[in-house]
Protein backbone atom coordinates (compact mmCIF):
# COMPACT_ATOMS: atom_id res chain seq x y z
CA UNK A 1 0.00 0.00 0.00
CA UNK A 2 1.13 3.78 -1.09
CA UNK A 3 -0.05 6.09 1.65
CA UNK A 4 0.73 10.38 1.22
CA UNK A 5 0.17 12.35 4.69
CA UNK A 6 0.44 16.02 4.21
CA UNK A 7 0.94 17.85 7.79
CA UNK A 8 2.20 20.97 8.92
CA UNK A 9 3.90 18.81 11.74
CA UNK A 10 5.65 15.88 9.60
CA UNK A 11 7.80 14.46 12.50
CA UNK A 12 4.60 13.22 14.15
CA UNK A 13 5.02 9.96 11.90
CA UNK A 14 7.96 8.73 13.12
CA UNK A 15 6.54 7.05 15.47
CA UNK A 16 5.12 5.18 12.34
CA UNK A 17 8.33 3.81 12.23
CA UNK A 18 8.65 1.71 14.95
CA UNK A 19 7.81 -1.85 15.89
CA UNK A 20 5.56 -3.47 13.10
CA UNK A 21 4.81 -0.66 10.89
CA UNK A 22 8.77 0.18 10.19
CA UNK A 23 8.70 -3.66 9.44
CA UNK A 24 5.93 -3.14 6.86
CA UNK A 25 7.74 -0.19 5.83
CA UNK A 26 11.44 -1.51 5.38
CA UNK A 27 9.69 -4.76 3.40
CA UNK A 28 8.15 -2.64 0.79
CA UNK A 29 4.68 -3.97 2.37
CA UNK A 30 4.03 -0.32 3.01
CA UNK A 31 5.47 3.09 0.93
CA UNK A 32 4.71 6.15 3.45
CA UNK A 33 5.42 9.75 2.49
CA UNK A 34 4.63 12.41 4.65
CA UNK A 35 4.58 15.91 3.25
CA UNK A 36 5.45 18.92 4.42
CA UNK A 37 2.27 21.78 3.79
CA UNK A 38 4.53 24.96 4.23
CA UNK A 39 6.78 23.73 1.53
CA UNK A 40 3.85 24.79 -0.46
CA UNK A 41 3.96 28.28 0.79
CA UNK A 42 5.63 31.67 -0.62
CA UNK A 43 5.59 34.00 2.33
CA UNK A 44 7.98 34.81 4.82
CA UNK A 45 6.00 33.15 7.17
CA UNK A 46 5.13 30.09 5.75
CA UNK A 47 1.93 30.75 7.01
CA UNK A 48 -0.69 28.39 5.94
CA UNK A 49 -4.35 30.11 7.79
CA UNK A 50 -6.27 33.01 7.99
CA UNK A 51 -9.02 34.53 10.09
CA UNK A 52 -12.50 32.74 9.45
CA UNK A 53 -14.69 34.60 7.16
CA UNK A 54 -18.18 35.66 9.08
CA UNK A 55 -15.80 36.43 12.41
CA UNK A 56 -15.19 33.81 15.01
CA UNK A 57 -12.34 32.51 16.70
CA UNK A 58 -9.37 30.70 15.63
CA UNK A 59 -7.90 30.11 12.16
CA UNK A 60 -8.68 28.29 9.48
CA UNK A 61 -6.12 26.40 7.19
CA UNK A 62 -6.26 28.41 3.47
CA UNK A 63 -7.10 26.81 0.39
CA UNK A 64 -4.69 27.98 -2.11
CA UNK A 65 -1.78 26.03 0.16
CA UNK A 66 -3.56 23.17 0.06
CA UNK A 67 -4.91 22.54 -3.42
CA UNK A 68 -1.03 23.74 -4.27
CA UNK A 69 -0.37 20.90 -2.18
CA UNK A 70 -2.45 18.13 -3.23
CA UNK A 71 -2.15 19.10 -6.67
CA UNK A 72 1.27 17.86 -6.84
CA UNK A 73 0.94 14.64 -4.37
CA UNK A 74 -2.10 13.50 -5.29
CA UNK A 75 -1.05 12.49 -9.02
CA UNK A 76 1.98 10.28 -7.20
CA UNK A 77 -0.91 9.00 -4.79
CA UNK A 78 -2.77 8.25 -8.00
CA UNK A 79 -0.31 6.86 -9.76
CA UNK A 80 -0.56 3.09 -7.40
CA UNK A 81 -4.04 3.24 -8.16
CA UNK A 82 -6.40 2.20 -10.83
CA UNK A 83 -9.51 2.56 -8.90
CA UNK A 84 -10.55 6.59 -8.00
CA UNK A 85 -7.78 7.72 -5.62
CA UNK A 86 -8.81 8.06 -1.67
CA UNK A 87 -8.23 11.16 0.02
CA UNK A 88 -9.28 11.41 3.87
CA UNK A 89 -9.65 14.01 5.92
CA UNK A 90 -9.60 13.42 9.70
CA UNK A 91 -12.83 15.70 11.09
CA UNK A 92 -14.46 15.47 14.41
CA UNK A 93 -17.61 16.63 12.80
CA UNK A 94 -17.60 13.22 10.78
CA UNK A 95 -18.97 9.71 10.81
CA UNK A 96 -17.09 7.86 12.89
CA UNK A 97 -14.08 5.60 11.67
CA UNK A 98 -14.79 2.23 12.32
CA UNK A 99 -12.67 -1.68 12.29
CA UNK A 100 -15.50 -2.43 9.37
CA UNK A 101 -13.73 1.18 7.14
CA UNK A 102 -10.25 0.21 8.27
CA UNK A 103 -11.13 -3.15 7.22
CA UNK A 104 -11.90 -1.79 3.43
CA UNK A 105 -9.64 0.56 3.26
CA UNK A 106 -6.96 -1.88 3.74
CA UNK A 107 -7.63 -3.38 0.27
CA UNK A 108 -6.97 0.22 -1.04
CA UNK A 109 -3.70 0.30 -3.54
CA UNK A 110 -2.93 4.30 -1.96
CA UNK A 111 -4.54 6.73 0.44
CA UNK A 112 -3.79 10.31 0.76
CA UNK A 113 -4.53 11.70 3.97
CA UNK A 114 -4.48 15.82 4.94
CA UNK A 115 -4.12 16.78 8.46
CA UNK A 116 -6.16 20.00 9.67
CA UNK A 117 -4.83 22.16 12.51
CA UNK A 118 -6.44 25.05 13.79
CA UNK A 119 -10.46 25.63 13.28
CA UNK A 120 -9.80 23.10 10.28
CA UNK A 121 -9.27 23.33 6.83
CA UNK A 122 -11.37 25.57 4.68
CA UNK A 123 -14.98 23.51 3.66
CA UNK A 124 -14.30 24.11 -0.11
CA UNK A 125 -10.92 22.38 -0.55
CA UNK A 126 -12.77 18.93 0.70
CA UNK A 127 -15.50 19.83 -1.84
CA UNK A 128 -13.60 20.83 -4.51
CA UNK A 129 -11.52 17.49 -4.77
CA UNK A 130 -14.59 15.41 -4.88
CA UNK A 131 -16.87 17.34 -7.41
CA UNK A 132 -13.47 19.09 -9.77
CA UNK A 133 -10.58 16.94 -8.41
CA UNK A 134 -6.87 16.38 -9.37
CA UNK A 135 -4.57 17.57 -12.26
CA UNK A 136 -4.81 14.23 -14.78
CA UNK A 137 -2.63 14.09 -17.80
CA UNK A 138 -4.76 15.27 -20.15
CA UNK A 139 -8.08 16.53 -18.23
CA UNK A 140 -8.79 16.04 -13.93
CA UNK A 141 -9.94 13.09 -12.21
CA UNK A 142 -11.78 13.57 -8.97
CA UNK A 143 -11.34 12.01 -6.04
CA UNK A 144 -13.24 9.52 -3.36
CA UNK A 145 -12.92 12.26 -0.70
CA UNK A 146 -14.18 11.37 2.65
CA UNK A 147 -13.94 12.57 6.42
CA UNK A 148 -13.90 10.57 9.43
CA UNK A 149 -13.66 11.24 13.16
CA UNK A 150 -11.47 8.73 15.57
CA UNK A 151 -14.14 9.59 18.46
CA UNK A 152 -16.50 11.97 19.98
CA UNK A 153 -13.58 14.83 21.36
CA UNK A 154 -11.32 17.35 19.78
CA UNK A 155 -7.57 16.79 19.20
CA UNK A 156 -5.26 20.09 18.32
CA UNK A 157 -4.78 18.82 15.03
CA UNK A 158 -5.20 15.41 12.55
CA UNK A 159 -1.84 14.22 13.08
CA UNK A 160 -2.87 11.87 15.61
CA UNK A 161 -5.88 10.97 13.92
CA UNK A 162 -4.38 9.84 10.82
CA UNK A 163 -1.65 7.12 13.05
CA UNK A 164 -4.83 5.71 14.55
CA UNK A 165 -6.37 5.24 10.98
CA UNK A 166 -2.93 4.23 9.00
CA UNK A 167 -2.58 1.39 12.19
CA UNK A 168 -5.57 0.26 12.13
CA UNK A 169 -5.73 0.06 8.06
CA UNK A 170 -2.47 -1.57 7.35
CA UNK A 171 -2.42 -4.16 9.83
CA UNK A 172 -5.19 -5.57 8.16
CA UNK A 173 -3.56 -5.66 4.89
CA UNK A 174 -2.71 -9.58 4.09
CA UNK A 175 1.01 -10.16 5.24
CA UNK A 176 1.55 -7.76 7.75
CA UNK A 177 0.83 -9.48 10.82
CA UNK A 178 3.43 -12.30 11.72
CA UNK A 179 -0.02 -14.41 12.59
CA UNK A 180 -2.52 -13.61 10.38
CA UNK A 181 -4.82 -15.82 13.10
CA UNK A 182 -4.27 -13.06 15.63
CA UNK A 183 -6.69 -10.40 14.00
CA UNK A 184 -9.21 -12.95 13.25
CA UNK A 185 -11.03 -13.03 16.56
CA UNK A 186 -10.86 -9.58 17.56
CA UNK A 187 -12.93 -6.88 18.97
CA UNK A 188 -15.59 -5.68 15.91
CA UNK A 189 -14.07 -8.06 13.77
CA UNK A 190 -16.63 -9.85 11.35
CA UNK A 191 -19.24 -9.24 14.08
CA UNK A 192 -19.91 -6.20 16.12
CA UNK A 193 -19.00 -7.99 19.70
CA UNK A 194 -16.04 -6.89 22.29
CA UNK A 195 -13.80 -9.51 23.04
CA UNK A 196 -13.81 -11.77 25.90
CA UNK A 197 -10.95 -11.24 28.41
CA UNK A 198 -7.64 -12.82 28.03
CA UNK A 199 -4.95 -14.48 30.36
CA UNK A 200 -1.71 -16.16 30.19
CA UNK A 201 0.37 -17.97 32.85
CA UNK A 202 0.95 -18.31 35.80
CA UNK A 203 -2.47 -19.16 35.78
CA UNK A 204 -2.55 -17.95 39.51
CA UNK A 205 -0.80 -14.35 40.02
CA UNK A 206 -1.19 -12.99 43.54
CA UNK A 207 -4.03 -15.50 44.76
CA UNK A 208 -6.03 -14.54 41.69
CA UNK A 209 -6.99 -17.67 39.20
CA UNK A 210 -7.96 -17.38 35.95
CA UNK A 211 -11.52 -19.47 35.21
CA UNK A 212 -10.60 -23.12 35.70
CA UNK A 213 -12.47 -23.76 31.98
CA UNK A 214 -9.57 -22.51 30.39
CA UNK A 215 -7.44 -25.20 31.75
CA UNK A 216 -10.16 -27.60 31.33
CA UNK A 217 -8.10 -28.68 27.84
CA UNK A 218 -11.82 -28.96 26.23
CA UNK A 219 -11.68 -26.77 23.20
CA UNK A 220 -15.48 -26.43 22.82
CA UNK A 221 -16.01 -25.46 26.39
CA UNK A 222 -13.34 -23.08 26.50
CA UNK A 223 -14.58 -21.61 22.38
CA UNK A 224 -18.30 -21.53 24.23
CA UNK A 225 -17.31 -19.83 27.30
CA UNK A 226 -15.27 -17.43 25.78
CA UNK A 227 -18.38 -16.38 23.31
CA UNK A 228 -20.54 -16.21 26.66
CA UNK A 229 -17.56 -13.66 28.32
CA UNK A 230 -18.08 -11.89 24.57
CA UNK A 231 -21.79 -11.64 24.86
CA UNK A 232 -21.56 -10.41 28.46
CA UNK A 233 -18.78 -8.16 28.21
CA UNK A 234 -20.50 -6.33 24.66
CA UNK A 235 -24.42 -6.48 26.44
CA UNK A 236 -22.56 -4.42 29.87
CA UNK A 237 -20.22 -2.11 28.17
CA UNK A 238 -22.13 -1.68 24.72
CA UNK A 239 -25.25 -2.96 24.17
CA UNK A 240 -25.62 -0.74 20.87
CA UNK A 241 -23.11 -3.41 19.58
CA UNK A 242 -26.00 -6.18 20.76
CA UNK A 243 -28.64 -4.66 18.77
CA UNK A 244 -26.48 -4.59 15.27
CA UNK A 245 -26.32 -8.51 15.99
CA UNK A 246 -28.52 -10.26 13.09
CA UNK A 247 -30.54 -13.15 15.46
CA UNK A 248 -30.80 -15.59 12.26
CA UNK A 249 -27.20 -15.89 12.70
CA UNK A 250 -26.80 -17.05 16.41
CA UNK A 251 -26.79 -20.29 17.53
CA UNK A 252 -28.89 -21.93 20.40
CA UNK A 253 -26.44 -21.47 22.86
CA UNK A 254 -26.06 -17.40 22.19
CA UNK A 255 -29.79 -17.11 22.41
CA UNK A 256 -29.86 -19.16 25.74
CA UNK A 257 -26.88 -16.29 26.82
CA UNK A 258 -28.39 -13.21 25.66
CA UNK A 259 -31.98 -14.21 27.06
CA UNK A 260 -30.20 -14.33 30.39
CA UNK A 261 -28.63 -11.04 30.00
CA UNK A 262 -32.18 -9.73 29.39
CA UNK A 263 -32.13 -9.52 25.46
CA UNK A 264 -35.45 -10.83 23.34
CA UNK A 265 -34.14 -12.33 20.26
CA UNK A 266 -37.35 -13.25 18.76
CA UNK A 267 -36.72 -10.38 15.97
CA UNK A 268 -34.17 -9.80 13.54
CA UNK A 269 -32.01 -7.75 16.12
CA UNK A 270 -31.55 -8.59 20.12
CA UNK A 271 -34.26 -5.91 21.87
CA UNK A 272 -33.86 -5.25 25.83
CA UNK A 273 -36.63 -7.58 27.17
CA UNK A 274 -36.68 -6.36 30.93
CA UNK A 275 -34.37 -3.78 32.85
CA UNK A 276 -30.77 -5.55 33.84
CA UNK A 277 -29.62 -2.71 36.36
N1 LIG B 1 -13.28 23.40 14.79
C1 LIG B 1 -13.33 21.97 14.74
C2 LIG B 1 -14.63 21.48 15.36
O1 LIG B 1 -15.09 22.07 16.34
O2 LIG B 1 -15.18 20.48 14.89
C3 LIG B 1 -12.16 21.37 15.49
C4 LIG B 1 -10.88 21.52 14.77
S1 LIG B 1 -9.57 20.62 15.54
C5 LIG B 1 -9.04 21.72 16.77
C6 LIG B 1 -8.29 20.67 14.35
C7 LIG B 1 -8.14 19.43 13.50
O3 LIG B 1 -7.88 18.32 14.33
C8 LIG B 1 -9.31 19.02 12.66
O4 LIG B 1 -9.37 19.73 11.45
C9 LIG B 1 -9.03 17.54 12.42
O5 LIG B 1 -8.08 17.37 11.38
C10 LIG B 1 -8.36 17.13 13.73
N2 LIG B 1 -9.25 16.46 14.70
C11 LIG B 1 -9.58 16.92 15.92
N3 LIG B 1 -10.36 16.05 16.57
C12 LIG B 1 -10.53 15.00 15.75
C13 LIG B 1 -11.26 13.79 15.84
N4 LIG B 1 -11.97 13.47 16.92
N5 LIG B 1 -11.21 12.94 14.81
C14 LIG B 1 -10.52 13.23 13.70
N6 LIG B 1 -9.81 14.39 13.55
C15 LIG B 1 -9.82 15.26 14.55
Not at 83 to 88: G, S, V
Not at 109 to 131: H, K, L, Q
Not at 260 to 269: E, K, Q
Request: glycine content about 8%; charged content about 20%.
Amino acid sequence: MHIDVVSVFPEYFHILELSLLGKAQQSGLLQLRVHNLRDWTHDVHHSVDDTPVGGGAGMVMKPETWAECLDEVLPQTAATSHAKPILIFPNPSAPLFTQEVAQELSQAPSIAFGCGRYEGIDARVADYYRTIGMPDVNTRCTLDVREYSIGDYVLNGGEVAVCVMIEAITRLIPGFMGNPESIVKESYTGEPLLEYPQYTRPTTWRGISVPPILTSGDHAKVDRFRRDKSLEKTSVLRPDLIQCLDCHALDKADRKTLIALGWNVSGAHPVRSHNTH
